[in-house]
């Protein structure tokens, strides 16, 4: 039995490596490691050999030949997500790099629409757009090594969601080789289709379980003419949501982003990130870093945050704040939001949630957890951050100062996951809330799933996977 499977999945190889030709694939262990080991350095894949297609076509003989041979077929994008969903697993596996797929193949202004490739970086569709005067909104920490079938495969979040929805909310078509190998071209650049099921929301935010994204038609928006970036020190996560309900109507409803960073993280960034320079004259308990975007050519919106910020701090609700004067200081302040989560690996070992709550218990699901995890591991680091005016928190915690160099106590913090997990994920579904909000399930929260999930629902996606994937080739052992 083993010699029929060896020698049919050396047959398989071969045959997907002429399609590819040389520079199609690699089997080079060297040159392998990289898409073999996850972002967060959590688990250590196995794959028989790295393809990167380089056209829908191309992807599409993979995905057959794998079908035919059975073997399973991992799709990966920049490889950039926080929960494995792009490790593959099993020595047989075929996993499928879209990076030279980077082609922007239309953008049509009067429609809104930019057509691209699955491969394309994030980063480069926000410049296509911007070189055309136009907006495409999706923005988030690895922009510019994340590629947009990732995003499209996670529907991530990023800082933009409270202005412009999350991923699924900028889409107008998709391409997707299924699990059979056949291409679904739902490429359309319509606004309005009411005929029938919305087949390619299945696809946005399966992580890959269900095929292989291979383009999209994105909405674009106008480019706002004005932006305001303010950096504001407040006394707890109450006062933001006061803060963010008085900007709203500040603003006319122009507020983009409203981040919420504890004094603790900026204390990372400030120890590791070169450059990083404390943004407030005094120390703050906690910060928001707020954006405002908006058409008006004249100063005006600037004039309204100030003023907005002035009643704000009258009445109590902010303690200090600066509004960023140049787009060099704009960009100094999203550095410091953005350089968070790298900063925190050299402080050792961290557990990391991403969970959401209705907006308006944000502070009951810090105040909460952040009591629960401290009687748990005493000395543990909280770091509360991330997308305050979504609700969407980023719980990440860092275990106990001093011992990052010992690789003892990373290993006791580490194994405090499992109980970690329960507490943070219990009170997150106390207050009706989300144990991924935006980073999806993939390997980490997959035994998780079923304690939060109903059950109906949970059938119903098993379901669903069944009819696409019947021989559960496509991204085996994720999310299901
Ligand atoms: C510094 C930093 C900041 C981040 N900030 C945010 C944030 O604010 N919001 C947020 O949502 N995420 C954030 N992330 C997580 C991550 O960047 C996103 O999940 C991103 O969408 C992943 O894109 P990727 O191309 O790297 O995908 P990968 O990591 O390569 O893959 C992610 C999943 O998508 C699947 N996949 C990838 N490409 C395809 C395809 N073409 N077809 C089908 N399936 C595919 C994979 O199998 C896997 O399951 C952050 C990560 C980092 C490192």
């Known amino acids: ?45 196995r794959a028989a050999l790295v393809c990167l297609p380089a056209s829908t076509k191309e992807v599409a003989a993979i995905v057959q030949i ?36 980077n082609r922007i193949r239309a953008l049509d202004r009067l429609n809104d629409a930019i057509t691209v490739e699955a491969g394309c970086v994030l980063a480069d569709i926000q410049n296509a757009a911007e070189d055309a005067d136009r907006l495409f909104p999706l923005s988030l920490g690895a922009e510019g090594s994340c590629q947009i079938g990732g995003n499209l ?22 391409e997707v080789v299924l699990p059979d190998g056949r291409v679904w071209d739902g490429l359309g650049a319509l606004r309005k289709d009411n005929t029938g099921y919305d087949l390619k929301h299945l696809f946005l935010g399966a992580e890959g379980t269900l095929g292989v994204i291979t383009a999209a038609v994105l909405k674009l928006f106008a480019r706002p003419r004005t932006v305001e970036t303010a950096l504001i020190g407040i006394r707890d996560p109450a006062a933001a949501l006061e803060l963010l309900a008085r900007a709203r ?32 004259a005094a120390r703050h308990d906690w910060y928001v870093l707020m954006e405002w975007a908006g058409g008006d050519l004249g100063g005006a919106l600037r004039e309204r945050m100030e ?50 709550v209705p907006v308006s218990r944000v502070p009951e699901f810090i105040s ?28 990440n915690l860092s275990q106990p100062a001093g011992g990052a160099q010992d690789q003892a106590a990373r290993t006791a913090f580490t194994a405090r996951t499992h109980d970690i997990n329960a507490i943070v994920h219990t009170i997150t579904a106390e207050l009706g809330g989300s144990i991924s909000a935006e980073h999806g399930i993939g390997l980490l929260k997959r035994a998780e799933l079923p304690h939060y999930k109903s059950a109906i629902g949970l059938d119903l996606m098993r379901t669903l996977k069944r009819a696409f994937d019947p021989h559960g080739i496509m991204n085996p052992g994720k999310v299901l």
């Open 1 to 45: 039995m083993a010699t029929i499977a060896a020698t049919r999945l050396a047959e398989a190889l071969a045959r997907i490596k002429a399609v590819l030709g040389p520079k199609g694939w690699t089997a080079e262990p060297a040159e392998m490691a990289p898409y073999l080991a996850d972002e967060r350095r959590l688990w250590q894949g």
């Open 66 to 101: 794998g079908a035919e041979a059975r073997l399973p077929i991992v799709p990966q994008g920049g490889n950039t997500g926080m929960c494995g969903g792009a490790v593959p697993q099993s020595p047989d596996t075929v996993l499928v790099n879209l990076r030279r797929m």
């Open 153 to 174: 495969s996670t529907n991530a979040g990023g800082v933009n969601v409270l202005r412009y929805g999350m991923t699924r909310e900028l889409v107008l078509g998709l």
């Open 249 to 280: 109507a500040d603003s006319g409803d122009t507020v983009v982003a409203f981040e919420l960073v504890p004094r603790a993280c900026f204390d990372f960034v400030l120890r590791h990130i070169p450059g990083a320079v404390d943004p407030l």
């Open 307 to 356: 003023a907005s910020l002035g009643e704000a701090a009258e009445a109590g609700l902010l303690r200090d704040a600066t509004i960023a004067a140049s787009d060099e200081q704009r960009n100094a302040l999203w550095r410091l939001r953005d350089s968070i989560t790298e900063s925190q690996k050299p402080e050792g070992a961290s557990i990391k949630h991403d969970v959401a």
């Open 368 to 395: 909460r957890a952040t009591a629960a995890v401290e009687r748990e591991v005493p000395g543990v680091r909280v770091l509360a951050f991330g997308h305050v005016g979504d609700g969407n928190i980023h719980f």
